[in-house]
């Protein structure tokens, strides 16, 4: 093997080494994101940004796919120091049909695109081709997100210079869509999960009886307002603290430890799910009677206790108990 022949492989591997690592520097960048705090808009931002900086493009943009309308708009970008509003707006303006222009095309192939030149580019139909050329763009990549069988949306880069394309760099970013259409579904999760704890919060803490919750080993983590009412405590005085400290008389907290530990073993519980009278403690150590609904939680491998509570000493419960 000639000395030229083995430069050349040399040089072949030493670019196929750096193009591992930056790979690998890409997805690591994108892993810690997936462990910062923040919305589902920052997520994407700062994955458009980590990408662009990691391709030397100058802009990255993320395309969402509409299936009611059945088109990808153009919602989130990120710019490095050009900004690009000629280019930036031709995006904006534009609803891709699947198979129209770039984004259109990546979100019928499912597969990524890349336009090493723009000037030589043919056959993809690029709309915004006139504007990108005028704004400077000379080549550009793009990448659907799968989720499953289905294509939730496109990003998509450009860059001032020329792109060098390999397969493996498409087998990448095809997998790479993967990645990022999981850490944004998962983040949509997460949103949807808080907001229904923030409505549940909401509702609970407006409901006409205290709400009280546990957990497995007894200590408080819901208090509501009402819950304060009643018993004179502050939430934020009670949350980790044992129940029975809190409201339970002392002759009856042998009983409430025995009572959770059945159902814990044993699944079964006599004071569940049905009205039960009992006195408890207000924070001022005097008694009253109160009626309660105690009822387990389980979900999201989570064994919780929730309880409702009436104060029974109020002249209209009496009322109201005496009919019934």
Request: proline fraction near 4%.
């Given at each position: 093997?000639?000395?030229?022949?083995?430069?050349?492989?040399?040089?072949?591997?030493?670019?196929?080494?750096?193009?591992?690592?930056?790979?690998?520097?890409?997805?690591?960048?994108?892993?810690?994101?997936?462990?910062?705090?923040?919305?589902?808009?920052?997520?994407?931002?700062?994955?458009?940004?980590?990408?662009?900086?990691?391709?030397?493009?100058?802009?990255?943009?993320?395309?969402?796919?509409?299936?009611?309308?059945?088109?990808?708009?153009?919602?989130?970008?990120?710019?490095?120091?050009?900004?690009?509003?000629?280019?930036?707006?031709?995006?904006?303006?534009?609803?891709?049909?699947?198979?129209?222009?770039?984004?259109?095309?990546?979100?019928?192939?499912?597969?990524?695109?890349?336009?090493?030149?723009?000037?030589?580019?043919?056959?993809?139909?690029?709309?915004?081709?006139?504007?990108?050329?005028?704004?400077?763009?000379?080549?550009?990549?793009?990448?659907?997100?799968?989720?499953?069988?289905?294509?939730?949306?496109?990003?998509?880069?450009?860059?001032?210079?020329?792109?060098?394309?390999?397969?493996?760099?498409?087998?990448?970013?095809?997998?790479?869509?993967?990645?990022?259409?999981?850490?944004?579904?998962?983040?949509?999760?997460?949103?949807?999960?808080?907001?229904?704890?923030?409505?549940?919060?909401?509702?609970?803490?407006?409901?006409?009886?205290?709400?009280?919750?546990?957990?497995?080993?007894?200590?408080?983590?819901?208090?509501?307002?009402?819950?304060?009412?009643?018993?004179?405590?502050?939430?934020?005085?009670?949350?980790?603290?044992?129940?029975?400290?809190?409201?339970?008389?002392?002759?009856?907290?042998?009983?409430?430890?025995?009572?959770?530990?059945?159902?814990?073993?044993?699944?079964?519980g006599p004071v569940l799910n049905k009205p039960i009278r009992a006195p408890a403690l207000k924070k001022d150590g005097t008694?009253?009677?109160?009626?309660?609904?105690?009822?387990?939680?389980?979900?999201?491998?989570?064994?919780?206790?929730?309880?409702?509570?009436?104060?029974?000493?109020?002249?209209?419960?009496?009322?109201?108990?005496?009919?019934?």
């Amino acid at each position: 093997m000639s000395e030229a022949v083995m430069l050349s492989q040399l040089e072949q591997l030493k670019k196929q080494l750096a193009e591992k690592a930056c790979q690998l520097d890409l997805m690591t960048s994108l892993a810690s994101l997936a462990n910062e705090p923040g919305s589902i808009e920052h997520v994407v931002r700062r994955s458009l940004e980590i990408i662009s900086r990691a391709n030397n493009c100058v802009l990255g943009q993320f395309w969402i796919v509409r299936s009611d309308d059945n088109v990808v708009t153009c919602t989130d970008w990120y710019h490095s120091t050009f900004s690009l509003p000629d280019f930036r707006q031709a995006s904006l303006d534009r609803r891709l049909s699947k198979g129209v222009g770039l984004g259109g095309r990546v979100w019928s192939t499912g597969l990524p695109i890349f336009i090493p030149d723009l000037n030589t580019e043919k056959g993809l139909d690029f709309t915004r081709k006139s504007v990108a050329i005028k704004s400077g763009i000379k080549s550009g990549f793009a990448f659907p997100l799968k989720n499953g069988p289905f294509i939730t949306a496109v990003c998509e880069f450009f860059s001032f210079e020329s792109l060098d394309t390999r397969d493996s760099q498409g087998l990448f970013y095809e997998k790479l869509g993967i990645y990022l259409a999981t850490v944004i579904a998962q983040r949509e999760a997460d949103y949807a999960l808080r907001q229904q704890e923030s409505l549940n919060k909401i509702v609970l803490n407006h409901a006409y009886n205290a709400f009280i919750a546990i957990n497995e080993a007894s200590l408080i983590t819901e208090w509501t307002s009402r819950a304060t009412d009643l018993f004179g405590w502050d939430k934020e005085e009670v949350v980790g603290k044992p129940l029975a400290e809190i409201i339970i008389p002392e002759r009856y907290r042998e009983a409430h430890m025995k009572g959770l530990f059945r159902y814990m073993t044993t699944k079964e519980g006599p004071v569940l799910n049905k009205p039960i009278r009992a006195p408890a403690l207000k924070k001022d150590g005097t008694e009253i009677p109160v009626e309660l609904l105690i009822f387990p939680i389980e979900a999201l491998d989570m064994k919780r206790f929730g309880a409702f509570i009436v104060d029974c000493s109020r002249p209209e419960m009496e009322a109201t108990i005496r009919l019934d």
